[in-house]
C-alpha cells in the first residue's frame, strides 16, 4: 500500500472513533517532563484536533521537575511535597508561567502549522476547592492540600462553549489560602468528580509491559494495582490515578507517551492502540442490539456480504430484524454482531461478524467466541435444543467450538426450502445445554 492509500484507509477506518468521542469528556494530564518535551507541540495539535471533533477536554497540567529545580530546598513525605507558605508564592508564579506557556502553544497559527484558522479558547479559573492535608505522622503539610470539592458545574458551561479547560494543581480554601495539589490526584479526582468518559496520562514510558516484555495493550484496574508496586515512583503515581479514575466510574484510562509523535491519535483513534488502556472487565461487551446500532452493523457486514461470506441483506431487512441480533462494543465503538432466528425447536445463528481489526486480537477477550456464546444462552433462554449455521467458508471455526456437520435434510422444514443450493453452504449444528 502506497502511503496515500494508507493514510486513505486509516483515516476512513478512524470514523467509528471518532463518533464514538464526539461529545464525550476526556481528562488529559500533562506531568512537567510533557510540558519540557520537544513533542509538546504535537501534543497540542492532537489535543487541538480532539476538541475540534467535538471531545470535551479539561486538560490537567502538572510541573514536578520544574518545581523541583525552582525550589532550593524541598522536603517530602511519603512521596508527597511539604509547601511553606513562601514556597507556595514561588509555586503560583511558576504555575502561572507554565499556563502561559501552554496558552501560547495553542494560540499559535501559522499558515503551515495545524492550527491555523482554528481557534481555540483554553480557561482557567478558581474551580478547585482544597483543604490542608494537615499534619500527617507528626509532619505538618503546611500549604500542600488535597481536592475538597470542584466547580463541576463552572466547569461543564465552557465546556457546553467548546473551550479547553486548563487545570493548575493548585485550589483554594475558603479562607482564601492557596493549596499545592499532587497533580495526577487531581486529575483522578477531577475525572471522577466530572463523571468523565476518560481519563488520558501522558508518561514516559507509554505502555505497560508483561514479563515476556510484551506491551499490555488493556489491563484492569484491580491488575493494574498489583502492579504499582514495581513501577518507579512517577510512573506509579500516574498508574495509581488511572486506577482510582476507573475504579470509581471513569469508564477508560489511558496511559500513553509523551515523547512519541501522534500516540494520543494512535491511541484514541486504532483498534490496537499504542499504550496501555484501563478499564474494568468487560461483561458488558456483550448486548441485544438497538435500532441506532443498524448503520454500524451495516458497515461491518457490507465487506464481508461483497465477499460472499455472508447473505446480503438489504438495511430494511436489518432494521425489521434488529430484535434479533446482538453485538458486541468496545470503546462505545460497535466491533461485531451475529443473529439468532428461532425455528421452532431449533435456532439459526446467522451474520456472524467480527470488524477485521478486532478479529483474534485480544485472545482475552475472543469477540467472536463471547458472540456465539451470547448467541447460544439467547438460543436456550428461547427453549431451543440446538443451534445451527449454513456457512461456506468458516466451518472450521465452528467445528471447534462445538457444531458438528449435518444436511441440508436435518434443518426445520421452514429453513430447507429456503436453503439456497447453488450457495451450498456447509449446515452445522450445536446440542444445546439445557
Ligand atoms: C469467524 C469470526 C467471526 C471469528 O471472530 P474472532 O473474533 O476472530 O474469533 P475468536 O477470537 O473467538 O477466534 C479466533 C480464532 O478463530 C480462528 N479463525 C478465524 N477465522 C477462521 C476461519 N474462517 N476458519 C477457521 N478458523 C478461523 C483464528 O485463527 C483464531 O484461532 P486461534 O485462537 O486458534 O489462533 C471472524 O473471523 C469473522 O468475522 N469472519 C468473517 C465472517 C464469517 O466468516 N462469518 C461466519 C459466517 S456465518
Known amino acids: 500500500m502506497d502511503s496515500l492509500a494508507r493514510y486513505t484507509s486509516w483515516f476512513r477506518g478512524s470514523t467509528p472513533y471518532i463518533s464514538a468521542h464526539r461529545g464525550k469528556t476526556f481528562v488529559v494530564f500533562l506531568g512537567g517532563e510533557a510540558l519540557a518535551h520537544a513533542n509538546l507541540v504535537n501534543t497540542v495539535h492532537d489535543l487541538a484536533l480532539l476538541n475540534v471533533l467535538g471531545v470535551r477536554v479539561v486538560l490537567v497540567h502538572g510541573g514536578r521537575p520544574q518545581l523541583n529545580e525552582a525550589l532550593t530546598t524541598s522536603e517530602f513525605h511519603n512521596g508527597r511535597r511539604i509547601t511553606s507558605a513562601a514556597q507556595m508564592r514561588q509555586i503560583t508564579s511558576l504555575y502561572g508561567a507554565l499556563r502561559a506557556d501552554l496558552e501560547a502553544l495553542f494560540s499559535t497559527g501559522l499558515p503551515n502549522t495545524p492550527l491555523h484558522n482554528v481557534e481555540i479558547n483554553l480557561v482557567s479559573g478558581n474551580f478547585i476547592a482544597a483543604q490542608p492535608i494537615g499534619i500527617v505522622d507528626g509532619v505538618d503539610h503546611q500549604c500542600t ?64 509491559k508483561d514479563a515476556q516484555d510484551r506491551r499490555l495493550s488493556r489491563i484492569t484496574p484491580e491488575l493494574l494495582n498489583n502492579y504499582c508496586a514495581d513501577l518507579e515512583p512517577i510512573t506509579a503515581a500516574r498508574c495509581r490515578a488511572l486506577v ?69 441483506r438489504s438495511r430494511a431487512l436489518l432494521e425489521q430484524e434488529i430484535n434479533h441480533f446482538i453485538v458486541a462494543e468496545l470503546d462505545g465503538v460497535i466491533v461485531g454482531c451475529c443473529a439468532v432466528y428461532p425455528f421452532a425447536d431449533a435456532a439459526e445463528l446467522a451474520c456472524v461478524a467480527v470488524h477485521e481489526p478486532y478479529r483474534h486480537q485480544h485472545s482475552d477477550l475472543g469477540i467472536g467466541s463471547a458472540l456465539l456464546e451470547a448467541a447460544e444462552k439467547t438460543a436456550a433462554s428461547e427453549g431451543v435444543n440446538s443451534l445451527f449455521v449454513l456457512t461456506t467458508q468458516t466451518q472450521e471455526w465452528f467445528v471447534k467450538r462445538g457444531f458438528m456437520p449435518t444436511d441440508v435434510e436435518s434443518l426445520p422444514s421452514d429453513k430447507q426450502t429456503l436453503y439456497n443450493w447453488q450457495r451450498g453452504s456447509a449446515v452445522l449444528r450445536k446440542t444445546l445445554n439445557p
Open 145 to 208: 492540600g488535597r481536592l475538597r470539592s470542584a466547580n463541576t458545574q463552572a466547569i461543564q458551561n465552557l465546556l457546553d462553549t467548546q473551550a479547553i479547560v486548563l487545570q493548575s494543581p493548585i485550589g483554594f480554601s475558603t479562607s482564601g489560602q492557596t493549596f499545592n495539589l499532587a497533580a495526577e490526584e487531581l486529575a483522578a479526582e477531577l475525572a471522577i468528580a466530572l463523571g468523565a468518559d476518560k481519563l488520558v496520562m501522558f508518561n514516559d514510558p507509554g505502555e505497560l
Open 244 to 312: 482510582k479514575a476507573t475504579s470509581n466510574g471513569v469508564e477508560r484510562g489511558h496511559l500513553i507517551s509523551f515523547a512519541e509523535d501522534g500516540a494520543l491519535l494512535q491511541e484514541l483513534f486504532t483498534a490496537d492502540g499504542i499504550g496501555t488502556q484501563v478499564s474494568i472487565q468487560h461483561e458488558d461487551l456483550i448486548r441485544s442490539a438497538r435500532f441506532e446500532d443498524v448503520g454500524d452493523i451495516v458497515e461491518i457486514i457490507r465487506p464481508l456480504e461483497a465477499a460472499g461470506l455472508l447473505v446480503p
